[in-house]
């Protein structure tokens, strides 16, 4: 079992919908909570941290951890063709910097 | 653009051989990350620089080194390259050890 779930997808979407992401990991130790996106053949962009349980907003982005059933979730609202990529989540302990990585979840936003 | 900067973007190479990475951290950043990317493995950690310390490692083959110098820009060396060595390769950096890392362009090898 890996450490760090996520479905690779692909998810379509048409524009204007709500994206909805999700990963599930198996270890309780993980503080540090992180989406990312990547573009085709580019390095991944942080779009959101969060430290332990709750939600983060920021923009048309939100973030959700739920420490107790061990799932994170990246909501996309009003998403845009410009919003297709894949999207990783990432995770670390508190005194432990490297990241752990989902298989990354593939998104297109139809026009 | 993150302020990460990798070279180069792309490097063919041939089995046995040996390549050098570059990465060159945002201003100001003390920590160097290296990840590897392939296929059927996602997103690998390699291993952690922090201010020329050699921090962490993960799961970086013995053929692979890495060091972070005075002016804190940072080289990975592949050697014996095979096949299966073919991946991108990313170099993240952080101000301090934490955990907002920061990707560079990546660098994509491919050993023919």
């Known amino acids: 079992q890996k450490e760090v779930e996520q479905d690779p997808g692909p998810l379509s979407v048409p524009e204007g919908a709500i994206v909805s992401l999700n990963c599930t990991y198996s270890?309780?130790?993980?503080?540090?909570f992180m989406w990312y996106r990547q573009y085709s053949r580019k390095g991944p962009e942080l779009l959101m941290y969060?430290?332990?349980?709750g939600n983060k907003e920021d923009g048309r982005f939100t973030a959700q951890v739920d420490k107790s059933s061990k799932y994170i979730s990246l909501f996309i609202r009003d998403s845009q063709p410009s919003d297709s990529a894949t999207y990783l989540c990432?995770?670390?302990?508190?005194?432990?910097?490297?990241?752990?990585f989902g298989a990354g979840t593939t998104v297109t936003v139809r026009a | 653009d993150s302020g990460v900067t990798q070279t180069p973007k792309h490097l063919i190479t041939a089995t046995g051989q040996r390549v050098t990475l570059r990465c060159s951290p945002r201003s100001g950043d003390l920590s160097v990350y290296w990840y590897q990317q392939s296929l059927d493995q996602g997103l690998q950690f390699l291993i952690q620089?922090?201010?020329?310390?050699?921090?962490a490692k993960g799961n970086i083959l013995e053929r692979f080194s890495a060091q972070q110098f005075p002016d804190l820009h940072s080289e990975l060396n592949l050697s014996s390259l095979e096949l299966g060595d073919s991946a991108l390769y990313f170099c993240?950096?952080?101000?301090?050890?934490?955990?907002?890392?920061?990707f560079g362009p990546g660098t994509r090898l491919t050993v023919l």
């Open positions: 990432a995770m670390s302990f508190s005194n432990d910097y490297k990241l752990s």
């Open positions: 993240a950096s952080s101000v301090a050890q934490g955990n907002t890392q920061y």
């Open positions: 270890n309780s130790a993980f503080q540090y």
């Open positions: 620089y922090y201010n020329g310390e050699e921090r």
């Open positions: 969060t430290y332990s349980s």
